[in-house]
Structure formats: structure tokens, C-alpha cells
């Protein structure tokens, strides 16, 4: 008897770690695809109009770089910034008193054109300024930009979940995209975790 009590409790705990470990095995972390290819943004950032009055917009900015407020340049990345997204929201609102007020829910956006982005293989930059140790510049060159610039252009950012703390510059979100302008390739991807706030726009 002792014996089947001790497999049983064996085969359970085995189940038990075996599922944890496969689910270890398929997670994913926060990225984009473009065909089969994949480009990791470990890194966000809401950006927000620099106010007051303050545009009811934001940006999703998702890099594998770090995103600075450059003091010179406005927003600058580090220059180890390879790949990212930027997805532009604005809403019907125009604009509002206070950054607290601008309109950010757990819905689904639909990003503008002529202000959404994605960058792959940024390989040149300019107005380069060293900030805390670390130099940052501007997108100089890239090897392939997709920029939907275009009318016709569509897409969604979907928030599933997001908290903000104003006072800390941070928060948390889960969301996901998919962005196209009808030519170039199509743009899919998530993120789920911290953002810092930065006001440059």
C-alpha cells in the first residue's frame, strides 16, 4: 500500500513538473514578426505630448533599445537600438488639460497613418549626445522601414490591460498589434510587461 501511495505521489509531482517546464519551454518574450522573421522589444515606452495643453494621442513605442527625453533632440534612442515599433494613437478629442486626461483604455485603436512605424536594422544615426554615460542619437538609416504614411493604410493595437502610475513614470500593459499599409510586408506582434513614460512628441 505504501508503495502505490509513493508512485502515485511520484507520477503526480512528475506530471506537475513537466507541464511547468513545458510551459517554460514555450514562452515567448515581447516581439514582432515580419514573415518568418522575428525582432525582440524587450523594451516600451508611452510617449506623451509635452503639454500643456496636452494632444489627446499617445505613442506605443516598442524598441530593443533604450528610448531617453534628450534634452537637445527631443526623444533620442541608445545607439545599440537595432529594431522597433512605434504605433501612434489620436483621439477624437483634440486637446486635453492635463497628460492624466488623455484617453488611454484597455480597447482596440486603430494607428494612425503618417505617425505609425516599424524600423528594422537601424544601421546609421545623427544628433548624437551622450546622456548619463550612454550616447543616444536619431534614426539616421535603417534597412528596411515599414511606414504607414500612406491613406488606405490599416491595422489595429489592441489594449487588453494597462495601469498607469503618472507619478512614478511607469506602468504596466498587455497588448498586441498588427499593422500593414497594403504593400510592404505585414507586421505582427505583443507585449506584455513594464513601460517607462516619456514626454516628447
Known amino acids: 500500500m505504501k508503495n502505490s501511495i ?75 537600438t537595432k529594431n522597433g515599433v512605434f504605433i501612434f494613437v489620436r483621439n477624437s478629442n483634440g486637446t486635453v488639460p492635463t497628460e492624466q486626461a488623455v484617453s488611454i483604455q484597455p480597447t482596440s485603436y486603430t494607428p494612425e497613418y503618417g505617425n505609425t512605424s516599424v524600423v528594422v536594422g537601424i544601421n546609421a544615426w545623427k544628433n548624437i549626445i551622450n546622456l548619463n554615460g550612454q550616447q543616444f542619437g536619431h534614426i539616421d538609416g535603417m534597412d528596411q522601414l515599414i511606414d504607414l504614411d500612406v491613406p488606405g493604410a490599416f491595422g489595429y493595437l489592441e489594449i487588453n490591460s494597462i495601469s498607469i502610475d503618472y507619478a512614478a513614470r511607469t506602468g504596466t ?23 517607462e513614460i516619456i514626454n516628447e512628441f
Request: charged fraction near 15%; hydrophobic fraction near 40%; charge should be negative.
Open 6 to 80: 509513493a508512485v502515485l505521489i511520484f507520477s503526480v509531482l512528475f506530471v506537475f513538473t513537466s507541464a511547468c517546464h513545458k510551459e517554460d519551454e514555450t514562452y515567448s518574450a515581447p516581439s514582432f514578426s515580419i514573415g518568418d522573421s522575428l525582432f525582440a522589444t524587450p523594451n516600451a515606452y508611452l510617449v506623451l505630448d509635452d503639454g500643456p495643453p496636452y494632444t489627446d494621442g499617445f505613442f506605443i513605442c516598442l524598441t530593443d533599445g533604450i528610448l531617453a527625453e534628450d534634452p537637445i533632440n527631443g526623444s533620442s534612442f541608445s545607439l545599440d
Open 173 to 195: 500593459v498587455d497588448l498586441i498589434y498588427n499593422l500593414s499599409d497594403g504593400v510592404s510586408p505585414n507586421v505582427s506582434g505583443f507585449y506584455q510587461g513594464t513601460f
